[in-house]
Nanobody
Framework: VQLQASGGGLVQPGDSLRLSCAASGATFSGYSVAWFRQAPGKEREFVAAINRAGPATKIGDSVQGRFSISRDNAKNTVYLQMNSLKPEDTAVYFC????????????????WGQGTQVTVSS
């Protein structure tokens, strides 16, 4: 499956942003999707994941209570809603897909989008 991430940008602390991950090329409903992020000099970090048909989701500890993930299989799109953004959320955000149930390890995802930059700064 091919993935296209979008929606990043420059925002201020406390703002909200919604990222989109649009999929094509396969039966999207068979894939679980996750978001990861990577800041300069840091390892790639799990952010959130959603199972094939929803509603099962997993949110990373560092964004628990602020971020949520959802999907619209009719539009072949997964969304990452980010609220109460903090400067430490600054990173490139990637969406990834795997056939079957979600996992939190990035190495187990076979398909990746190109990444979208999120910068939180005053």
């Amino acid at each position: 499956v091919q993935l296209q991430a979008s929606g990043g940008g420059l925002v201020q602390p406390g703002d909200s942003l919604r990222l989109s991950c649009a999929a094509s090329g396969a039966t999207f409903s068979g894939y679980s999707v996750a978001w990861f992020r990577q800041a300069p000099g840091k390892e790639r970090e799990f952010v959130a994941a959603i199972n094939r048909a929803g509603p099962a989701t997993k949110i990373g500890d560092s964004v628990q209570g602020r971020f949520s993930i959802s999907r619209d299989n009719a539009k072949n799109t997964v969304y990452l809603q980010m609220n109460s953004l903090k400067p430490e959320d600054t990173a490139v955000y990637f969406c990834a897909a795997r056939y079957g149930a979600y996992v939190i390890r990035s190495l187990q995802y076979s398909d990746w989008g190109q990444g979208t930059q999120v910068t939180v700064s005053s």
